[in-house]
C-alpha cells in the first residue's frame, strides 16, 4: 500500500454552522447517532471534510469495525479522536486514506466537496489528504531527500506549480528541519532505515510540511516519543496550521492535546463516535475513565 502521506503523493464547500456560542449535541443511538460541535459565532471557515453515517469492515475476515461514523471538520479546526483500543479510531483514519485492508460498506465522505472514496490513495494524496503512521515503514535504498523531492513535486505538479531541482528543494527543506530540530544528515539516510521510534515521527513530521497538506491526519504521533520530541513535533504541528487546513489528531493520551489544543474533542466506541466535546471532557476522561462517556 502507498502511504498517503508522502509515499501516496509519489504516485469550495457549504461553510460551517455558526451559533452565538459552542454547542453540542449527540442523536440518539445506531446509526443516527452523531456528534458535533458547532463553531463559535462568526466562524467562517469551509467544511474540510464531512464523514456521514461511515461504516467499514476489514477485507480479509469481513469483521465490522466502523458502525456509522459521523464527523465534520471545518478549515481551521483542530479534532482529536480518543477512545479504548479497538474502538475504531485507527480503522477511521486508514478507511479515509483508502487502506486497501479495508473495506466501505455504507456511507460517505466528502472531501472539499469532492466524493473522497471515488479517488484513488494517491490522488487523495495529491489532493492534499495525509496521514501519519503509528508505525512508520522502513524503505531500505532510498534517501530521504529524493524521496521527500518527489513527493513534494508530485504534489506541487497537482497544484500546477514548478517543479524543484535538487538545489531549490534543498533551500525549501532547510527550514521546515530546524523547525523539528532534525540535523540536515537526516536527508542523507534512507527513509526510516534503523530511525529510532522518535525519529520516524519526526520524519512523518517532515513528510507534511513538505507536503504542505491541506487535511492532516495524525495516528497516535505522539507514541513512542520523549518529552523533548513531542515538544518538537507539537512546535511543528502547531507552526503548520493554516487557516484553510484541518487536522485530526488519534491519541489516548492528555499530554499531547496540552501541547496542540484541539478545538473538538471526540469520543469513539465501538466504531462510532458518541460523545463530542472540547478539553474539558478530556479532564473528565483522566478523572474517571471512558466508562464515564459510555453509552449501553
Do not use: W
Given at each position: 500500500?502507498?502511504?498517503?502521506?508522502?509515499?501516496?503523493?509519489?504516485?469550495?464547500a457549504?461553510?460551517?454552522s455558526?451559533?452565538p456560542?459552542?454547542a453540542?449535541?449527540?442523536?440518539?443511538?445506531?446509526r443516527?447517532?452523531?456528534a458535533?460541535?458547532?463553531?463559535?459565532?462568526g466562524?467562517?471557515?469551509?467544511?474540510?471534510?464531512?464523514?456521514k453515517d461511515l461504516?467499514?469492515k476489514?477485507?480479509?475476515?469481513?469483521?465490522q469495525?466502523?458502525?456509522?461514523?459521523?464527523?465534520?471538520?471545518?478549515e481551521?479546526e483542530?479534532h482529536?479522536?480518543?477512545?479504548k483500543?479497538?474502538?475504531?479510531?485507527?480503522?477511521?483514519?486508514?478507511v479515509l486514506v483508502?487502506?486497501?485492508?479495508?473495506?466501505v460498506?455504507?456511507?460517505?465522505?466528502?472531501y472539499k466537496g469532492k466524493?473522497l472514496f471515488?479517488?484513488?490513495p494517491?490522488?487523495r494524496s495529491?489532493?492534499g489528504?495525509?496521514m501519519?503512521?503509528?508505525?512508520?515503514?522502513?524503505?531500505p535504498?532510498?534517501?530521504n531527500?529524493?524521496?521527500?523531492?518527489m513527493?513534494?513535486n508530485a504534489?506541487?505538479k497537482t497544484?500546477?506549480q514548478?517543479?524543484?531541482d535538487p538545489l531549490?528543494?534543498?533551500?525549501f527543506?532547510i527550514?521546515?528541519?530546524e523547525?523539528l530540530?532534525m540535523?540536515?544528515?537526516?536527508?542523507?539516510?534512507n527513509v526510516?532505515?534503523?530511525?529510532?521510534?522518535?525519529?520516524?515521527?519526526?520524519?512523518?513530521?517532515?513528510?507534511?510540511?513538505?507536503?504542505?497538506?491541506?487535511?492532516?491526519?495524525?495516528?497516535?504521533i505522539?507514541?513512542g516519543?520523549d518529552?523533548?520530541?513531542l515538544?518538537?513535533?507539537?512546535?511543528?504541528v502547531?507552526?503548520l496550521?493554516?487557516p484553510?487546513?484541518?487536522v485530526?489528531?488519534?491519541t489516548h493520551?492528555?499530554?499531547l492535546?496540552?501541547y496542540?489544543?484541539?478545538?473538538?474533542?471526540h469520543?469513539?466506541?465501538?466504531g462510532?463516535?458518541?460523545?463530542?466535546?472540547?478539553?474539558?471532557?478530556v479532564?473528565a476522561?483522566?478523572?474517571?475513565?471512558?466508562a464515564?462517556?459510555?453509552t449501553v
Amino acid at each position: 500500500m502507498q502511504h498517503s502521506g508522502a509515499l501516496g503523493a509519489t504516485r469550495r464547500a457549504a461553510p460551517c454552522s455558526s451559533s452565538p456560542a459552542h454547542a453540542s449535541r449527540v442523536c440518539g443511538p445506531a446509526r443516527s447517532r452523531c456528534a458535533r460541535v458547532v463553531a463559535a459565532a462568526g466562524a467562517t471557515g469551509k467544511v474540510m471534510l464531512e464523514v456521514k453515517d461511515l461504516t467499514a469492515k476489514i477485507v480479509s475476515t469481513g469483521q465490522q469495525i466502523l458502525n456509522g461514523v459521523n464527523l465534520v471538520v471545518c478549515e481551521g479546526e483542530v479534532h482529536a479522536i480518543m477512545g479504548k483500543n479497538g474502538s475504531g479510531k485507527s480503522t477511521l483514519s486508514k478507511v479515509l486514506v483508502g487502506h486497501p485492508d479495508y473495506e466501505v460498506t455504507g456511507g460517505s465522505a466528502m472531501y472539499k466537496g469532492k466524493d473522497l472514496f471515488a479517488l484513488e490513495p494517491e490522488e487523495r494524496s495529491h489532493a492534499g489528504l495525509f496521514m501519519s503512521f503509528q508505525s512508520p515503514i522502513e524503505i531500505p535504498g532510498v534517501s530521504n531527500v529524493d524521496f521527500l523531492r518527489m513527493a513534494c513535486n508530485a504534489r506541487r505538479k497537482t497544484l500546477k506549480q514548478p517543479e524543484l531541482d535538487p538545489l531549490e528543494f534543498y533551500a525549501f527543506i532547510i527550514p521546515k528541519l530546524e523547525l523539528l530540530n532534525m540535523d540536515p544528515t537526516f536527508l542523507n539516510r534512507n527513509v526510516n532505515e534503523g530511525f529510532s521510534g522518535g525519529e520516524k515521527k519526526r520524519n512523518e513530521i517532515l513528510q507534511l510540511a513538505v507536503l504542505e497538506a491541506d487535511m492532516a491526519i495524525l495516528d497516535e504521533i505522539d507514541s513512542g516519543l520523549d518529552i523533548d520530541a513531542l515538544r518538537d513535533v507539537a512546535k511543528a504541528v502547531n507552526a503548520l496550521k493554516r487557516p484553510d487546513s484541518g487536522v485530526m489528531m488519534v491519541t489516548h493520551y492528555k499530554r499531547l492535546l496540552d501541547y496542540i489544543q484541539p478545538d473538538f474533542v471526540h469520543i469513539m466506541q465501538m466504531g462510532e463516535i458518541i460523545k463530542t466535546g472540547d478539553m474539558s471532557l478530556v479532564d473528565a476522561l483522566e478523572l474517571d475513565g471512558y466508562a464515564s462517556v459510555q453509552t449501553v
